[in-house]
T-cell receptor, first 114, second 110 residues
Framework: DVKVTQSSRYLVKRTGEKVFLECVQD?????MFWYRQDPGLGLRLIYF???????EKGDIPEGYSVSREKKERFSLILESASTNQTSMYLC?????????????FGEGSRLTVL | KNEVEQSPQNLTAQEGEFITINCSYS?????LHWLQQHPGGGIVSLFM???GKKKHGRLIATINIQEKHSSLHITASHPRDSAVYIC????????????FGQGTILTVHP
């Protein structure tokens, strides 16, 4: 069974802390995505990666960075967490870069920044 | 105005009812996804459409490219169908990016 695994389901961090959200997929997909989901705003793309060490900004990259050192792992980094980054974070992967194929999502990481 | 509009935003049904969720979009697209999100967060891909109709079990998805409209139908609804259903479109030139609808919250009562 194909799987996208996010390292933490729930995190509580303090303002200013550095936060790492990890995502691992076992499908050998080249394309991986980080979204955040907020009530009333839906899912918004933060960053995506179409290959190892390659990344592209999404719609809301400010305050975030990403790392893709290995094909199966895509990390989202909050360098200095702020309260407005409290959200649900969802990782996804896809075999096809143009998103004309199936998307596979992780279970989500709910981050609270105090 | 959102590029992807779903209706209704909230839907309550009795077990066994036929359910329709609609998605309208304003841009040209190359693909449309229907996703399901259960309480707790995880999202599952239900369908990817570029034309016509697809069926999987009790779920049917249709798309009309000319009218820029898609529908998700659930036949013989069941309480386990209670979830948020999300429509997402892939624009023709937007590499790697989907535009998401707000989601439709479906509650099916026994």
């Amino acid at each position: 069974d194909v799987k996208v695994t996010q390292s933490s389901r729930y995190l509580v961090k303090r303002t200013g802390e550095k936060v790492f959200l990890e995502c691992v997929q076992d499908m050998d997909h080249e394309n991986m995505f980080w979204y955040r989901q907020d009530p009333g705003l839906g899912l918004r793309l933060i960053y995506f990666s179409y290959d190892v060490k390659m990344k592209e900004k999404g719609d809301i990259p400010e305050g975030y960075s990403v790392s893709r050192e290995k094909k199966e792992r895509f990390s989202l980094i909050l360098e200095s967490a702020s309260t407005n980054q409290t959200s649900m974070y969802l990782c996804a992967s896809s075999l096809v870069a143009d998103l004309s194929g199936e998307l596979f999502f992780g279970e989500g990481s709910r981050l609270t920044v105090l | 105005k959102n590029e992807v509009e779903q209706s209704p935003q909230n839907l309550t049904a009795q077990e066994g009812e036929f359910i329709t969720i609609n998605c309208s979009y304003s841009v040209g697209i190359s693909a449309l996804h229907w996703l399901q999100q259960h309480p707790g967060g995880g999202i599952v891909s239900l369908f990817m459409l570029s034309s016509g109709k697809k069926k999987h079990g009790r779920l049917i998805a249709t798309i009309n490219i000319q009218e820029k409209h898609s529908s998700l139908h659930i036949t013989a609804s069941h309480p386990r169908d209670s979830a948020v259903y999300i429509c997402a479109v892939k624009g023709g030139t937007s590499y790697g990016k989907l535009t998401f609808g707000q989601g439709t919250i479906l509650t099916v009562h026994p």
